[in-house]
């Protein structure tokens, strides 16, 4: 039994390994970086902790020029403001362009953790997001995928989502109304389209711009093999994986030898694109209880694709985990119901792929 005045630190009984394993747990990098000041030991052990989840705050705007300016540029900066404006004026009335917000170097924050594998970022949500407009809850989710440009991208959305009540008895009437309200079809109004062409622009912006903070941290951070970067209300996520990742440190080590020196970009270049876009009017959704309104899945890829030579259903475990991961559990009830019907919807809209009906095919020039 040990002498009432000397006292044991238990703390100093765990092994390394197992406090590596219970930092890598929390993973929070805020919390991580507390940890640096807790002792020399916990300190040194937290620089090797390979999975950090950070939140990035967004930069406040820049302040305006200051005015002395000769007349011919100051005259175009102000017409070039005022055709942006003109265009992202449509987009936001459908939701926001990311193309806006600004970011803070995530790298600032991680340069003292050295061994990192595994990367989550989470960026702040601009203004309310992609979706319907007055919405408190945005009826749209993506999940895209790049390497050194986009690979592919997945969005769902949908016009409303009502909840109707679950069905706890099934008959084959009722069957044969939801293979009828579920049926897709091709044939869209001009205003569904033009909505649908916006959500599609909308999501691709907002990940171009996500990809663009990640050139300079990937190459920073040499053991890094994966990257998720998802916005606070989990819209949409961007996600690279060690293939990807390879990609685009090899890329930048090509333009690093050629002695090129690329500018810092707001969001990178989208390619020219190909896509398919599944449309269902009204689709009931019996597990959940919910019936969504102008149900709309469109799957995309470069139109330059050597990888894959047709858009294929995407199997992708990435898709499949953001489409059903919903919220997490201290939110309302009524917000993991809505995810479970997102979930739930993805769902017969893979069974709609692969059962080959209609789609429209449309394509997208880069921009």
Known sequence: MDSPSVRVDCFDRLPDELLLLILNRVRDAKSLTRCLAVSKRLGLLVLHADAVFLPVQRRPASPAPKRGLEFPLNFLAKTARFIRRIITSKMESSGCCEDECSYYDPQEILKPFTEIHSLDIEVPMCGRGVGLKNSDRFLLKWAADFGTSLNSCTILGANSLEFMGRRHESSEPQEEEKAESSEPTAI????????????????????????????????????????????????????????????????????????????????????????????????????????????????????????????????????????????????????????????????????????????????????
């Open 188 to 367: 869209l109004s001009e205003k569904e389209l033009n909505l649908r062409v916006v959500w599609i622009i909308s999501c691709l912006i907002a990940a171009a711009s996500r990809h663009a903070l990640l050139n300079d941290l990937i190459e920073e951070n040499t053991k890094l093999e994966e990257v998720e970067i998802s916005d606070a209300a989990k819209q949409g996520k961007l996600w690279m994986g060690k293939e990807q990742v390879d990609e685009v440190r090899k890329s930048a080590k090509i333009g690093a030898k050629s002695g090129s020196e690329s500018m810092p970009l707001e969001r990178s270049v989208v390619p020219e694109l190909k896509m398919k876009l599944w449309f269902v009017p009204q689709m009931e959704l019996p597990e959940t209880g919910y019936v969504m309104n102008g149900a709309t899945l469109v799957l995309i890829r470069p139109a330059k694709d050597t990888k894959h030579q047709s858009i294929k259903d995407e199997e992708d475990s990435y898709v499949h985990d953001w489409f059903g991961e919903g919220r997490r559990e201290e939110d309302g009830g009524d917000n993991r119901d809505r995810d479970r019907a997102f979930s739930e919807a993805m769902r017969e809209m893979r069974k709609i792929m692969k059962g080959k009906r209609s789609f429209t095919t449309m394509e997208m020039n880069s921009f």
